[in-house]
């Protein structure tokens, strides 16, 4: 039985609940759903720009109305904030496949990844 529908874009996957997929009062929202595949022909390998993408769909999804970091430096540090911002209207999982091939331009894990889970 189909929980949500999923709708696919070029850039992701947002799991959007239906009618049909309802459990009633007790049963929580389908998570939003972010994935990046790196490596693949045609999509971006430089994390910081994939890292934009990922708080501009955020911004987007959960009507965040903190700005985008002007300059791909200021990205890292961006993508902890919306996730905490995102984290009071729902839940969101994000997919970074093929993490070993992403041009990371010095950046780390612990940069861009939020030092607890919200």
Avoid: W
């Avoid at 999923?6 to 309802?22: D, I, K, Y």
């Avoid at 990922?54 to 109305?65: D, G, M, S, T, V």
């Avoid at 894990?109 to 030092?115: E, F, R, S, V």
């Amino acid at each position: 039985k189909a929980v949500g529908r999923v709708a696919a874009t070029p850039s992701a996957l947002e799991a959007t609940p239906s009618a049909s997929g309802s459990g009633g009062p007790e049963s929580a929202p389908e998570p939003f759903v972010l994935l990046h595949t790196f490596g693949l022909m045609g999509r971006s390998d430089d994390i910081r720009r994939v890292l934009l993408r990922l708080c501009a769909e955020l911004k987007q999804r959960f009507n965040i109305y903190v700005d985008l970091p002007d300059t791909l430096r200021e990205v890292a540090g961006a993508l902890p904030r919306f996730l905490a911002h995102a984290a009071l209207f729902g839940k969101v999982v994000f997919i970074l496949d093929g993490l070993d091939r992403a041009e990371m331009h010095g950046l780390e894990l612990h940069d861009y990844l939020p030092a607890a889970l919200p």
